[in-house]
């Protein structure tokens, strides 16, 4: 039975009824301190031209005159205090565009420059939207996904046997840009899950979930993203998809694309950089620098490269697949992805024979997060969970397990708004899926309430037109 074929066969069943902790939050500090450095620099050269704080300076002279009067060293020392004040104010205003108006606010009252008016007049600006912000009901927050984005819809598309299965289960290039501008003029903000709920103890040193705090402007509607077998399996080669992840000349992840002609090709093929591109051009999309969650099967390896053991003895590239993979990981994590499993085989864990169950929770610890790093979050191939919509216990031998080895964040697939749990020692939630299926389910609904997706848009105004119609049920 291959992927789709297994997809569509749960879809039917379902339609007939820590020794590790989260460490996305100091990678993305580690991003911040290294972005505030790069616009301190950068407002230093923008002002200097050479980046040395304005000691060198020559204003209305060539490069033969003498600048050391002290008039001219008066200069440059105010033109150098201007910059650097103006570089902490730049600084503060990207925290602050990103909801971390503490952060904001501490930057500059720690800063050398704190009684300077301008910089007072910033803490007191922020210190007072800090007060309107309004703290959120986590239980309430969506979670959406997608799988590989269909870059190409002729070669995606084109009639062979594997049509049917990308038009149900992906979304293309085209939908995903107009679903997040969509979202985003809506007042959508992008969520880590991480922020949802965090891991600590009580008075008894017994481990605890918490619901995390998340405070935004009124008006502002939290969501989590995820993406789906981020692995570009060898069958989606010349179907119009991106090939792997990589990481980009500027240090951020990008995609590479094989082309017709056996060369490849980087850029903007896929979920991660489009993301990227997008809270570039609007970080108000983004709390506090959050990202997606990506999800890694391990049969075929991960992010495009050939890691599964079974490539050991057959690839040539197999050990330096293994260190890129890792070092694009890790890339990923700085910049604020979290990264989760999706299982090894991408198997039903609810239903698989409990022996392979674990020998498959085993090789994806070994083969997979041996690369990525260490991981607390399972997103359920197929949404297929571990027990029902009941409170995990510890009669469930399965929960157990992925407990032991450390999963404290367990993701499902439901169709409704929101859908969270809060257990003991973990948390539980939701997905809904942003698909071909999904779409054409609501677009041809012929009772509105029967919609799934209007609260986040039209699926009328998002459809590609490129897609075969109608979209076949899974």
């Not at 205090?81 to 904001?104: F, I, K, P, R």
């Not at 309004?134 to 799988?147: C, G, K, L, M």
């Not at 619901?211 to 179907?239: A, H, N, R």
Request: hydrophobic share 35%; proline share 4%; aromatic share 12%.
């Amino acid at each position: 039975m291959d992927h789709f074929e297994y997809i569509r066969a749960d879809n039917r069943r379902r339609k007939n009824r820590h020794r590790r902790g989260p460490i996305i939050g100091g990678c993305v500090l580690l991003v911040g301190i290294c972005c505030a450095g790069a616009i301190f620099f950068a407002g230093k050269m923008k002002n200097n031209g050479n980046g040395n704080g304005g000691n060198s300076i020559v204003i209305g002279a060539d490069s033969n005159e003498a600048t050391s009067s002290d008039a001219t060293n008066e200069t440059d020392e105010a033109v150098s205090v201007e910059t650097t004040q103006e570089s902490l104010l730049e600084q503060a205003s990207a925290l602050a565009t990103g909801y971390d108006y503490d952060g904001a606010i501490a930057l500059l009252s720690d800063s050398a420059y704190a009684g300077e008016p301008a910089v007072q007049e910033a803490i007191a600006g922020y210190e007072n939207t800090k007060s309107t912000l309004v703290q959120v009901d986590v239980n309430t927050v969506t979670h959406v996904f997608f799988h590989t984005l269909v870059w190409d819809t002729a070669k995606a598309f084109d009639g062979d046997s594997r049509t049917a299965g990308y038009n149900q289960v992906m979304t293309t290039v085209d939908e995903f840009n107009k679903i997040i501008q969509t979202m985003y003029d809506e007042g959508y903000v992008l969520v880590r899950l991480h922020d949802l709920a965090y891991e600590t103890t009580d008075e008894n040193g017994n481990p605890v979930m918490k619901p995390g705090t998340i405070m935004l402007p009124e008006g502002k509607i939290p969501f989590v993203m995820s993406q789906d077998d981020l692995c570009y399996y060898p069958y989606m080669d010349g179907d119009g998809f991106a090939s792997r992840i990589i990481i980009g000349d500027d240090g951020k992840p990008t995609c590479e694309m094989k082309m017709d002609d056996g060369s490849t090709t980087t850029g903007s093929f896929d979920l991660v950089p489009i993301l990227e591109d997008f809270i570039d051009k609007h970080p108000d999309f983004s709390y506090k620098g959050a990202r997606a969650v990506l999800a890694f099967t391990g049969y075929e390896g991960i992010l495009g490269y050939r890691t599964s053991s079974a490539y050991a003895e057959t690839s040539p590239t197999y050990e330096q697949d293994r260190e890129e993979a890792t070092k694009v990981a890790q890339c990923l994590r700085d910049h604020g992805w979290e990264l989760a499993s999706h299982s090894w085989g991408h198997l039903n864990l609810g239903t698989v024979d409990y022996e392979r169950f674990k020998t498959d929770t085993d090789k994806w610890e070994n083969e997979v997060e041996s690369l990525i790093g260490p991981t607390d979050i399972i997103l359920f191939p197929f949404g297929a969970d571990v027990g029902d919509w009941h409170p995990y216990t510890n009669e469930n031998e399965r929960f157990n397990y992925l407990h032991s080895v450390g999963f404290r964040y367990f993701c499902t697939v439901d169709s409704t708004k929101a859908w969270v749990q809060f257990g003991q020692d973990y948390f539980r939630q939701g997905r809904r899926n942003l698909d071909g299926y999904r779409m054409w389910k609501d677009i041809t609904a012929e009772d509105p309430a029967t919609r799934k997706l209007d609260d986040l848009f039209q699926a009328e105004n998002v459809f590609d037109s490129a897609r075969p119609t109608p979209v076949p049920e899974m």
